[in-house]
């Protein structure tokens, strides 16, 4: 843990109900880092009737989240059944070591929320460690920006590893699934190698865009005043908090240099096109980038009909993160997971909740694994 302190508090909704008053004692959860995801997740978790309980490095900010409600105490929990970690990057992987080696917490899930996961989940390894990626933010900073509403339609990837168990896996998909987030399973390094197209690299090109306006204002005080939609779309991620991101650059080094690469041959490309009046080539790269953009998934719609898949497996390391990251390549919500273990021999059978619409890809995908598997609607 990187900071204790006395536990103090205790109030407001999931603080749980008097003793003998007959209502179930309330699921209990620890947040390790209280800014803006940490308070997001404590004000979620409270929403959903769970007893928070949260440490920080700064004790003021811990306090702060108390009095905000994101908290019902400052201080550790053991009796937590989930920690969700959040935070800065480098110290992660060691906080989830220290809560998974304590003694006293021998069910505990740890999950955390940095946005480069193969270094942190390598250095766990850890059956109940299950890396994670809320992708979700506001301009405001730390705690003036928690929202217990943040990750509503947000996608939240989880990336489950051949050692993920599959209880632990199964607790975390569940508690973020109900908080409105759109759950997505991926291997790490695929992870870091798509979120480095579409979080890491954006960010950088509209920090770089950003600063090249301002030092041509620095000339012409009238250029910030033009800034109208477009550029205010394209930079806002600039206004995001700036601590977070060299951790991120070094951990996805290779893959944000990857992707840079590709975006400087484009960028390239377009001022040639741009130099020698190439009008049909403008059309071309300006008609495609606008109709993939107008054909972006929609976010956060449950489907109306969902359908479940069995899939019988063996009992073996692996099988779940090769299952949940088939569907997750194909772009499939997984909306429930569970196993039904068999009473004779090592097996079992994977029960997944999908959109019906999606069942049929799915069935094919884990057949062309070796894996046969049938289908039902669910009325």
């Known amino acids: ?36 995801i940490g308070g997001s997740v404590g004000l979620a978790l409270r929403a959903q009737g769970w007893r928070v309980s949260g440490v920080d490095a700064e004790p003021s900010r811990a306090a702060d989240a108390l009095a905000r409600g994101a908290l019902d105490a400052v201080g550790d929990d053991p ?6 970690v959040a935070t800065p990057s480098s110290v992660v992987a060691d906080v989830a070591r220290d809560l998974l080696g304590d003694t006293r917490r021998t069910a505990l899930v ?50 489950p590893t051949a050692a993920t168990a599959l209880g ?26 798509l979120v480095a197209v579409v979080s890491h690299v954006p960010h950088l090109v509209a920090a770089t865009l950003m600063n090249a306006a301002a030092q ?40 944000i240099s990857a992707s840079l690469d590709r975006v400087i041959d484009d960028l390239v490309a377009m001022r040639e096109r741009v130099r020698g009046a190439d009008r ?18 929609a976010r956060g719609a449950r489907p109306e009909r ?7 497996v063996p009992d073996r390391e ?39 619409a999606d069942a049929p890809k799915l069935r094919d995908a884990v057949g062309a694994r070796g894996y046969r598997s049938t289908g039902q609607v669910l009325t």
């Open 79 to 84: 009796e937590a059944e989930i920690a969700f």
């Open 110 to 159: 740890v999950t955390d929320m940095s946005g480069v996961k193969a270094p942190i989940v390598a250095d766990v390894a850890h059956p109940r460690f299950v890396g994670g990626h809320p992708m979700a933010g506001s301009e405001q900073l730390g705690l003036d920006g928690a929202d217990a509403e943040l990750f509503t339609g947000a996608v939240w990837v989880l990336t």
């Open 1 to 36: 843990m990187t900071s204790r302190s006395e536990e103090q508090g205790g109030r407001g909704p999931g603080g749980g109900g008097p003793e003998g008053g007959g209502s179930p004692p309330a699921r209990r959860a620890l947040v390790v880092g209280t800014g803006l």
């Open 280 to 297: 049909t080539g403008l059309l071309e790269v300006l008609g495609r980038a606008s109709s993939a953009r107008r054909h972006l998934p």
């Open 318 to 356: 692996g099988v779940l993160a090769e299952i949940t990251s088939v569907a997750g390549d194909l772009g499939i919500n997984i909306y429930d997971i569970e196993i039904a273990h068999s009473a004779e021999g090592p097996r079992g059978v994977l029960l997944l909740v999908v959109d019906e």
């Open 168 to 193: 632990a896996f199964s607790l975390v998909r569940e508690v973020v699934s109900s908080f409105g987030a759109d759950v997505v399973a991926l291997g790490p390094e695929d992870h870091d190698r």
């Open 306 to 312: 969902l359908a479940e898949l069995r899939v019988p």
């Open 216 to 255: 041509d204002a620095e000339h012409d005080a009238v250029l910030l005043r033009l800034a109208a939609g477009g550029f205010r779309d394209m930079t806002r991620v600039a206004a995001g908090h700036p601590g977070i991101w060299p951790d991120v650059c070094v951990d996805n080094a290779a893959a």
